[in-house]
Structures are given as structure tokens and as C-alpha cells.
């Protein structure tokens, strides 16, 4: 069976860990945004009888916890004048 199907598509999934380490933020704060609604997840059971843990894109997880500039950079309004 080395054959694909061609009507399973593969997803590029990540678990909440792997989020939170890629955007720096808690697991729990990636929880608590799938609780709120904010971030889509998918829940899936990790075996039988076990529990659920979920598996999220990593662009809604980009979306929602998207990166900010900790300072926006000083500009002199004279160079400003000159560039325009």
C-alpha cells in the first residue's frame, strides 16, 4: 500500500505546545484563546478512551497572536520631506 490517495489531503497542523513556542506565548494562553472562539482548533482524541488535544493552523494561530513591533522607529519629520 504504498499507493496516496488521492482524496485525502494532507494539513499542515501544529499542537498548542508548538504554537505557543513558535509565537512565545504560553500553552495556556493559546487555550484559553481556543475556549474564547478566537483561535480555531481542530480536537482530536489521542487514542482510546483518552483525551482530546487539538491541532491548530499555523496561520490563524499567526492571526491571532500576530507579532508587533515592540517600538515603532523614531522618524525626523525633515527626512520625511525629503524622501516624499
Do not use: C, W
Amino acid at each position: 500500500m504504498t499507493e496516496k490517495n488521492s482524496r485525502i489531503t494532507p494539513l499542515e497542523l501544529e499542537t498548542t505546545a508548538h504554537a505557543a513556542f513558535r509565537v512565545e506565548k504560553t500553552i495556556q494562553a493559546i487555550r484559553a484563546a481556543i475556549s474564547t472562539g478566537k483561535l480555531p482548533a481542530y480536537s482530536v482524541q489521542r487514542g482510546k478512551g483518552e483525551r482530546h488535544m487539538h491541532l491548530l493552523r499555523p496561520a490563524d494561530v499567526d492571526r491571532v497572536f500576530a507579532t508587533r513591533p515592540a517600538e515603532l522607529p523614531a522618524a525626523d519629520p525633515d527626512e520625511l520631506a525629503l524622501t516624499g
